[in-house]
DNA sequence: GGAATGCGGTTTCAGATTGCAACCATAACC
DNA sequence: GGTTATGGTTGCAATCTGAAACCGCATTCC
C-alpha cells in the first residue's frame, strides 16, 4: 500500500488516488461496497482474501476516509462499513475500469455481468470525456496543463527526481 | 469457501482488469505513455522507480497487449514502449482517477495541474455515467445484472474463486 | 447454565515481493 | 583506449502477503 512516495506535494492528481487506494483489493472491495456489502464477513465471503487482509485494508480505507466503520445498524456488538462520500467518488473510477475490462478483456460472445440502469434495466451508456463545448475527447485531444500560477513547463508534468534517495518508506496505515 | 459467488460475478468484469494492470505502478506508467514517455529511461526519471521494478512492469504491460515494445524510432539499439489500442483505452479510467483524485486530494486553494481539452485549451467537463435516455446516473441508481440467464459457473477462464494461493499472485511476471 | 457456534477480527510465520545498489552489455563520444 | 549514457539484470535485505491458528464476544442450542 503506502508502498512509496509519502512527498504528496509532488504527487499528480493520478499518484494520490493510487496511493490512497493502496491496491487492487482496496478497490475490489469499494466495489462490493457499492454492491450492498457492508459486513467484514459479506466483504471476505465475496472476495475470498484472508482475513488479516481484508482487516488491514478496511483499516486502510477508513484511515483515507474513503469508508466510514459505524455500529451495526441491527444492534449487534458489530461494526459496518459504509462508503463516505469520497468513497461514492470512486463510482466512475469503477465504472471507467468496467468498461474497459468490457471492452478488452472478454471474448465477443463470452457472457458477464452488465451496469444497468435500474430505472429502464437497460445497460448504462458508454462513458465520454467531453469538452466544455461537448466535443468527445480522446487521448490525443487532451494535455496536461499547469495551473497558472506555477511555473512554466507544459505538456509533462514530470517532477524532477526529488533529490530524496531514501524518504519512500511506508508510513504504514495507523 | 469454494462456493459460486452469488451476483458478486460481477468482480470478474472489475477483476480481470486490475489483475492485467498487475499494481499501481503499471497505471502510472501509462500515464506517463499517455503523456509522451516512450523510453525507459523516461518513465524511469519520471516515476523514479527501481529499474528492476520497471523492467517487470513494462514487460508486464507488453505480456498483458497493453503496450508494445518497438525498435527505436530514430535507429537506436534501443526499443521504445508505445500504448495499444487496448492501453489507451485506460484513458477515462485515468480520466476518472484524475477527476477523484482533484476531488478529494487537493485542498481548494491547492494548485494542481489539469486536464485540458488541446483545442480550446479549458479544462475537460466532469465525466458522467448516463442512462441510454440520458439521465446522470449515480451509485444508487445502477445494479449489476447477468445479461441472460448464466448456468452458473462455466466460464472456464473465471478465477476469483476459492484458491487463490501464492501462485495466482504472480500478477507481476510473465 | 453451559457448551457449541458464528462473527469479527489479531497474531504467527514461511514464503513472495519490493527496491536499493551493484553490476553487465552495447553504443556513442573524446 | 577510456569515459559516459542507456537499458537493463542480479544480489540481497527489508517489507509485505496471506493461510491457518487463535481470541473475545454474543447468540443459539441442549
Redesign the interface.
Known amino acids: 500500500m503506502g508502498?512509496?512516495?509519502s512527498h504528496k506535494d509532488s504527487l499528480?492528481?493520478?499518484?494520490?488516488?493510487?496511493?490512497?487506494?493502496g491496491?487492487?483489493w482496496s478497490?475490489?472491495i469499494v466495489?462490493?461496497a457499492?454492491?450492498g456489502s457492508r459486513r467484514f464477513g459479506e466483504f471476505q465471503?465475496?472476495?475470498?482474501?484472508a482475513k488479516n487482509i481484508l482487516s488491514a485494508r478496511l483499516r486502510n480505507l477508513v484511515a483515507h476516509?474513503i469508508m466510514d466503520a459505524v455500529p451495526a445498524a441491527e444492534g449487534g456488538p458489530y461494526q459496518e462499513y459504509e462508503?463516505t462520500e469520497?468513497g461514492?467518488?470512486?463510482?466512475?473510477?469503477?465504472?471507467?475500469?468496467?468498461?474497459?475490462?468490457?471492452?478488452?478483456?472478454?471474448e465477443p460472445d463470452?457472457?458477464?455481468?452488465?451496469?444497468?440502469?435500474?430505472?429502464?434495466?437497460?445497460?448504462?451508456?458508454r462513458?465520454?470525456?467531453?469538452?466544455?463545448?461537448g466535443?468527445i475527447?480522446?487521448?490525443?485531444?487532451?494535455?496536461?496543463?499547469?495551473?497558472s500560477?506555477?511555473p512554466e513547463v507544459e505538456?509533462?508534468?514530470?517532477?524532477p527526481?526529488?533529490a530524496r534517495r531514501r524518504a519512500s518508506k511506508s508510513r504504514a496505515q495507523k
Chains 1, 2 share one sequence.
Open positions: 508502498k512509496r512516495v499528480c492528481g493520478v499518484a494520490r488516488p493510487l496511493d490512497a487506494i491496491d487492487w478497490l475490489l466495489r462490493d457499492f454492491d465471503r465475496s472476495l475470498g482474501l476516509g462508503l469520497k461514492r467518488g470512486l463510482f466512475l473510477v469503477l465504472a471507467a475500469l468496467r468498461q474497459w475490462g468490457e471492452d478488452f478483456f472478454f463470452e457472457s458477464h455481468v452488465l451496469l444497468v440502469d435500474k430505472k429502464s434495466a437497460l445497460p448504462v451508456r462513458l465520454e470525456l467531453r469538452a466544455q463545448d466535443r475527447l480522446g487521448p490525443s485531444d487532451t494535455v496536461i496543463r499547469r495551473p500560477n506555477t505538456t509533462p508534468n514530470r517532477q527526481p526529488p
